[in-house]
């Protein structure tokens, strides 16, 4: 599930927000304090796109937009009331992917979201329940907590989670990996595969994230 970061004085427009990020399948998170916002980032907490009001207290959106893109590349969106074009250049000068004037439908910046996750989710980060892989920065997540994968086993678990549902051999695998030597064994597939399931917590008899296809190999679970 993506987590949203709304930062917006507006507590009824902080509700209305949540409650619609929720229907859609979100989790938002709202907050009106633009330090706090920066303290959460310090401490590695996980969000998946922010979305900024301009107008804000101690810092305005402006400001806390430049902050938070010194320390993160999560997606953007910038919104306010000031919807004329010098505050939309200054949104995009400070590191905004987006632009929202208000006042505008929750509709309309739920797409907006849902287009920018789609790019910059794509060969990047992709999601599956609690399950975050970063393609980008090879780094898991389970649950918010970092996993330690061996090269061999974060290529493994990012190539069945980018193809869910789709069955790979043992051969298709080793030639797909480039952490495996070309002269190794089949069956260090399954040695990979045995202990990435021990690292997520995987129950080979009764799967959550890859399973066996018997006389195939392995795929992602649907």
């Known amino acids: 599930m993506y987590r949203i970061l709304i930062v917006e004085d507006d507590l009824e427009m902080q ?5 619609y990020l929720k229907k859609n399948g979100m989790e938002a998170v709202a907050i009106e304090s633009s330090n706090k916002v920066l303290k959460m980032l310090e401490s590695k907490e996980i969000f998946h796109l922010a979305v900024l009001d301009i107008m804000l207290p101690e810092m305005d959106g402006l400001e806390l937009c430049k902050k938070i893109r010194q320390k993160s590349d999560i997606p953007i969106i910038m919104s306010s009331a000031r919807g004329d074009i010098g505050s939309k250049i200054l949104g995009f000068e400070r590191g905004a992917d987006d632009y929202l004037a208000k006042s505008y439908e929750p509709i309309e910046l739920v797409a907006r979201i849902n287009a920018l996750l789609k790019r910059y989710s794509t060969n990047q980060i992709v999601c599956y329940g609690d399950l975050e892989v970063d393609n980008n920065k090879r780094k898991v997540t389970l649950g918010g ?6 090269p061999a086993e974060f290529e493994i678990l990012s190539l069945l989670l980018s193809n869910k549902g789709k069955p790979y051999s043992r051969e298709s695998l080793s030639q797909a990996i480039s952490s495996i030597a070309p002269d190794s064994s089949l069956r260090s597939i399954d040695t990979h595969i045995r202990n990435l399931r021990a690292k997520l917590g995987d129950d080979a008899k009764e799967p959550k994230y890859i399973q066996s296809i018997w006389g195939i190999g392995y795929k992602f679970c649907d």
């Open 145 to 150: 907590y970092s996993i330690d994968l061996t």
């Open 15 to 19: 509700k209305l927000l949540v409650e």
